[in-house]
């Protein structure tokens, strides 16, 4: 895994408060997505990812190819939404497993409803659009780093339900303007929290603080917006 310098972490912090990145959402009218149906593509996008591979950062990835995409391109048709969600996922793992799905699989993944031309086409224009940049930190990636660098003995339970909380960040349009290194660092807290690690949360965001300068006050008003999101579940 690729480490997350401090200087990583210092350029997230001075750019994540003024990024938009979901700003398709708000731009035109004529866009067949909305928040219900990002959401729901996202959450479709990270469920068909874990079938594929084990590897967390591929849907993380993928779901900010899908946004990069969608900022630049308007979409009217909602249908096509399936064939760049499918495409985002195979280009994060081509990124990060080495391998991929050919046209043919793609094909056969989603139905026979694109043609060979039609998912070619699509990643050809997604990574002009994108300008061949797919190097990208998730939430994922930050919160391992994190932990490596604070915490000793296994950390695997607490990765678990950091990474089932991220998720739920990156599919909601609201949350997922927190950008990854909010969204890692509040999913380890909640993490924490419903592992009855309480204390050893207070003295972690301690820790974050010296290390990102993202005060405990930021996590815990994030944490708030998560769990009444959760709330609606329930």
Not at 8 to 21: F, G, L, P, V, W
Not at 40 to 60: C, G, H, I, R
Not at 78 to 92: C, H, Q, Y
């Given at each position: 895994?690729?480490?997350?310098?401090?200087?990583?972490?210092?350029?997230?912090?001075?750019?994540?408060?003024?990024?938009?990145?979901?700003?398709?959402?708000?731009?035109?009218?004529?866009?067949?997505?909305?928040?219900?149906?990002?959401e729901?593509?996202?959450?479709?996008?990270?469920?068909?990812?874990?079938?594929?591979?084990?590897?967390?950062?591929?849907?993380?990835l993928?779901?900010?190819?899908?946004?990069?995409?969608?900022?630049?391109?308007?979409?009217?048709?909602?249908?096509?939404?399936?064939?760049?969600?499918?495409?985002?996922?195979?280009?994060?793992?081509k990124?990060?497993?080495?391998?991929?799905?050919?046209?043919?699989?793609?094909?056969?993944?989603?139905?026979?409803?694109?043609?060979?031309?039609?998912?070619?086409?699509?990643?050809?224009?997604?990574?002009?659009?994108?300008?061949?940049?797919?190097?990208?930190?998730?939430?994922?990636?930050?919160?391992?780093?994190?932990?490596?660098?604070?915490?000793?003995?296994?950390?695997?339970?607490?990765?678990?339900?950091?990474?089932?909380?991220s998720?739920?960040?990156?599919?909601?349009?609201?949350?997922?303007?927190?950008?990854?290194?909010?969204?890692?660092?509040?999913?380890?807290?909640?993490?924490?929290?419903?592992?009855?690690?309480?204390?050893?949360?207070?003295?972690?965001?301690?820790?974050?603080?010296e290390?990102?300068?993202?005060?405990?006050?930021?996590?815990?008003?994030?944490?708030?917006?998560?769990?009444?999101?959760?709330?609606?579940?329930?």
């Open positions: 895994m690729q480490r997350v310098s401090e200087a990583t972490i210092d350029y997230q912090i001075d750019n994540e408060a003024n990024s938009n990145r979901i700003r398709y959402l708000n731009q035109n009218s004529n866009n067949s997505v909305n928040k219900e149906s990002r729901k593509l996202v959450n479709w996008m990270l469920d068909s990812a874990s079938n594929f591979t084990s590897n967390p950062k591929v849907p993380q993928a779901v900010f190819y899908l946004d990069s995409f969608l900022n630049q391109k308007l979409v009217r048709d909602p249908k096509v939404l399936e064939l760049i969600g499918i495409v985002s996922i195979n280009l994060a793992l990124i990060e497993v080495g391998n991929a799905f050919t046209p043919q699989c793609i094909k056969h993944i989603v139905s026979d409803r694109f043609s060979l031309n039609q998912i070619a086409t699509t990643e050809v224009f997604m990574l002009n659009c994108l300008e061949w940049k797919l190097l990208f930190h998730t939430p994922a990636e930050i919160a391992r780093s994190l932990l490596e660098d604070s915490c000793e003995g296994n950390c695997s339970k607490i990765i678990e339900l950091a990474d089932n909380y998720a739920l960040c990156l599919a909601d349009a609201e949350l997922y303007r927190g950008g990854p290194l909010i969204i890692a660092i509040t999913s380890i807290c909640c993490s924490l929290q419903k592992l009855n690690l309480t204390k050893f949360q207070e003295n972690w965001l301690l820790w974050v603080q290390k990102t300068q993202v005060k405990p006050e930021t996590i815990e008003n994030f944490k708030h917006f998560i769990y009444e999101k959760i709330k609606k579940f329930c």
